[in-house]
């Protein structure tokens, strides 16, 4: 489930709970304060990717704490 996942501070991807750095862009920064979920298929077409500055497909929280 998405509730007991991690986001990364700096890149807002979703992690598995029990990792230690994101897995998108090895931060260490990782919190389970977050809110919204966003599953991005294909940034390269993505409104929402560019916005969020997001390259890779995957799931990423929309707001981080």
Wanted: proline fraction near 5%; glycine fraction near 6%; charge should be negative.
């Amino acid at each position: 489930m998405a509730e007991d996942r991690l986001a990364c501070r700096e890149c807002h991807f979703i992690n598995d709970p029990d990792t230690q750095t994101c897995a998108s862009c090895g931060s260490s920064s990782l919190t389970e304060d977050w809110a919204g979920y966003v599953i991005i298929t294909h940034p390269e077409r993505s409104e929402v990717a560019e916005e969020m500055n997001v390259s890779e497909p995957g799931g990423y929280a929309l707001k981080v704490r």
